[in-house]
Nanobody, 119 residues
Framework: QVLLQESGPGLVKPSQTLSLTCTVS??????????WNWIRQPPGKGLEWMGA???????YDSPSLKSRTSISRDTSRNQFTLQLSAVTPEDTAVYYC???????????WGQGTQVTVSS
């Protein structure tokens, strides 16, 4: 059983950079073919894929976020991190991390963390 746990601030001011960490247990983030993803859900809206980092460290970002995202990892801690710059209230959402094991579907999710952007 792979467990993912998001952590980070619940409140961020507009124009600041949001930083979230996903801590993984029960499996290594360097396991072959796995993609480690960030996904969010704004209130009243559907899920939005934000980006991912692969087992080898390659990153992918959603074009819709206009290069505001940066995803990195710390293999010694088995964690990966999302940074979202220049946040606005429209970035208010529940943020999830999830694993895609190379099959095209997400098999393990974190419980999600609420982030509110407000002054």
């Amino acid at each position: 059983q792979v467990l993912l746990q998001e952590s980070g601030p619940g409140l961020v001011k507009p124009s600041q950079t949001l930083s979230l960490t996903c801590t993984v247990s029960g499996g290594s983030i360097t396991t072959n073919y796995a993609y480690w993803n960030w996904i969010r859900q704004p209130p009243g809206k559907g899920l939005e894929w934000m980006g991912a980092i692969t087992y080898s460290g390659r990153t992918y970002d959603s074009p819709s976020l206009k290069s505001r995202t940066s995803i990195s990892r710390d293999t010694s801690r088995n964690q990966f991190t999302l940074q979202l710059s220049a946040v606005t209230p429209e970035d208010t959402a529940v943020y999830y991390c999830a694993r895609e094991p190379g099959t095209g579907t997400f098999d393990f999710w974190g419980q999600g963390t609420q982030v509110t952007v407000s002054s």
